[in-house]
């Protein structure tokens, strides 16, 4: 299939005139909509209803931007004006294709393509918009070269749209898989988000504590062991997800914070819902 991608893709991109994107992106929408679509449950239909929705494969999209990327790369400011029309006029497959060459050139020219991305992201309709921008746009430059990069996603944990923050944590929590040696600083990013009251933003939270663990376990240990039982209740959610939806591998090495969420579960003054989601996390601990 990707041998057959490779070409289609290449034949379409032939003919590209950046002063006329509209019939490149019209060729690779017909073409991305001739295969067979998967199932978008993971996905609320209402968001679904607020942008085309094909259901094309994420492999099929992804390979259709990994060829993009391999000419937008090297000519920027050639492709800028395909990457930003996909975003932001054909849907989800249009993002998840747009993504991959905007990684492309993040690493040529990121001055250029940070600032773009920060105002696609705010145009944001779904999580998989927001996540597959933080991973495949957003991450790499962060990647290459974090000591010069991973402050310029401090702006974006402290920005009023839900969705920046949520792309930003998520690059964060990513970057000790790569650079273990980035644990501490990663969480103390993480940990201006604890109490954020947005639902997607606590969930993006708690997947970055998960991840920063495949860096750093003691990091992550000592982390949650600072916050429990937390100061603000605000926080509960994420403190006990990140311990339920660890892996199976990693909770064994957290099975010293026990005491904390027993202790932590036996507060009276916990309201029920934060209860059950204590009591939860224990019952991990304690099963690991």
């Excluded at 073409?31 to 679904?48: D, H, L, N």
């Excluded at 969420?261 to 003054?269: G, K, L, N, R, V």
């Amino acid at each position: 299939m990707k041998e057959e991608i490779k070409e289609e893709v290449g034949r379409i991109l032939a003919a590209y005139d950046p002063a006329e994107p509209e019939l490149t992106a019209g060729q690779l929408r017909h073409y991305w909509q001739s295969f067979q679509p998967k199932s978008m449950v993971g996905i609320k239909a209402e968001q679904r209803a607020q942008q085309e929705t094909a259901g094309t494969p994420v492999p099929v999209l992804r390979a259709i931007g990994t060829e993009i990327g391999k000419l937008a790369h090297k000519r920027v400011s050639d492709f800028l004006p395909l990457c930003t029309l996909l975003w932001d006029a054909y849907g989800r497959e249009g993002r998840v294709i747009a993504v991959y060459p905007l990684g492309k050139m993040e690493l040529v020219e990121p001055a250029t393509i940070i600032p773009l991305l920060g105002e696609l992201c705010r145009s944001c309709v779904t999580w998989e918009d927001a996540d597959q921008l933080a991973m495949r746009a957003l991450e790499p430059i962060v990647r290459q070269d974090p000591e010069n990069w991973l402050p310029a996603m401090e702006p974006w944990l402290a920005d009023e749209n839900k969705w920046l923050r949520r792309a930003g944590v998520t690059v964060a929590g990513r970057l000790p898989m790569k650079h273990p040696e980035y644990s501490e600083r990663c969480l103390a990013l993480s940990e201006r988000l604890l109490l954020d009251p947005e639902t997607d933003v606590k969930r993006a939270v708690s997947f970055a504590i998960r991840l920063t663990a495949r860096g750093s376990v003691p990091a992550v240990r000592d982390f949650l062991a600072r916050h429990v039982p937390p100061a603000d209740p605000a926080a509960a959610w994420v403190l006990c997800d990140a311990i339920r939806s660890m892996t199976s591998s990693t909770l064994p090495e957290l099975v010293s914070l026990l005491p904390l969420y027993q202790a932590w579960a036996a507060d009276p003054a916990l309201s029920a819902q934060d209860r059950r989601s204590v009591e939860s996390a224990v019952k991990f601990l304690q099963e690991a």
